[in-house]
């Protein structure tokens, strides 16, 4: 890790905060505490900061962009840190994944799943990922669309060094969280259909919800919940 120590007092308390929604979201969703893996998005931050958070117990982080984790991550990783790529995956970037990030959550296309697969198997890694799902059908959001889902599935499940796990989607921007829940349902009842269909397959997660709505995509389902606000608000310096 960092040589640098940063006084992580407030980051700390963010973060007990957060846990504690999540928690509580669990229980009330009638679900075991500890059922939801919850990722920092440190896409904003500096080293310090991440440092801080792991620290404070955090292990899962979560980076849009590969030239950030790149630049983020690029000395003195913890071997218990888990990097999630949580953004637009470009082909080209594929050949960073490897050894880079444990988990990508922006699967959303059979040449990217074949790239991928490619580096992976001469990496010699076995690569979990997730498919995008753009459930809001929005224009400008990258992801699978619902209909173009299962030739997706059934091309990934082919790619002997990908293991499929399950689905990521984003409500649209500047909704907050009642106006989320809808897209959120629609993703949890398209995984079942999935699942139906794919009965061999594991599509056990769901990677949905942020700051602002983390709380309720627990309740209809979540697994994974990507959250980079509420514990990174304010800057921690060294």
């Known amino acids: 890790m960092s040589s640098t120590t940063a006084p992580a007092t407030t980051l700390q308390y963010r973060l007990a905060a957060v846990r504690d929604r999540v928690t509580q979201a669990e229980r009330a969703a009638g679900r075991e505490p500890g059922s939801v893996t919850l990722v920092g998005v440190s896409k904003t931050v500096t080293r310090v900061e991440v440092d801080a958070a792991y620290a404070a117990g955090l292990r899962h ?3 849009n962009r590969v030239q950030n984790a790149l630049d983020t991550f690029a000395d003195d990783v913890p071997q218990e840190l888990v990097l999630h790529l949580i953004g637009t995956l470009q082909t080209n970037k594929a050949r ?3 050894g880079m990030f444990q988990v990508v959550h922006s699967l959303d296309r059979v040449a990217l799943a074949d790239e991928l697969n490619r580096r992976c198997q001469a990496a ?3 690569l979990p990922v997730l498919i995008q799902v753009n459930v809001a059908r929005e ?3 990258h992801g699978c669309l619902a209909e173009d889902l299962p030739a997706l599935i059934e ?3 082919g790619c002997s060094s990908l293991e499929l796990r ?3 989607t984003m409500a649209p921007l500047g909704t907050d969280a009642e106006e989320a829940r809808p897209v959120f349902v629609a993703m949890r ?3 079942q259909a999935m699942t139906s269909r794919y009965p061999d397959a594991t599509l056990d997660d769901l990677s949905m919800g942020m700051t602002s709505d983390y709380v309720a995509a627990i309740e ?3 697994t994974i919940v990507r959250v980079g606000r509420a514990i990174f608000a304010e800057p921690v310096t060294g």
């Open 139 to 141: 224009e400008q959001k």
């Open 220 to 222: 209809e389902g979540a």
């Open 61 to 63: 982080f979560g980076e």
């Open 124 to 126: 010699d890694i076995r």
């Open 96 to 98: 960073f994944i490897p």
């Open 155 to 157: 091309a990934t499940l």
């Open 189 to 191: 009842e398209l995984q």
């Open 166 to 168: 399950g689905f990521m």
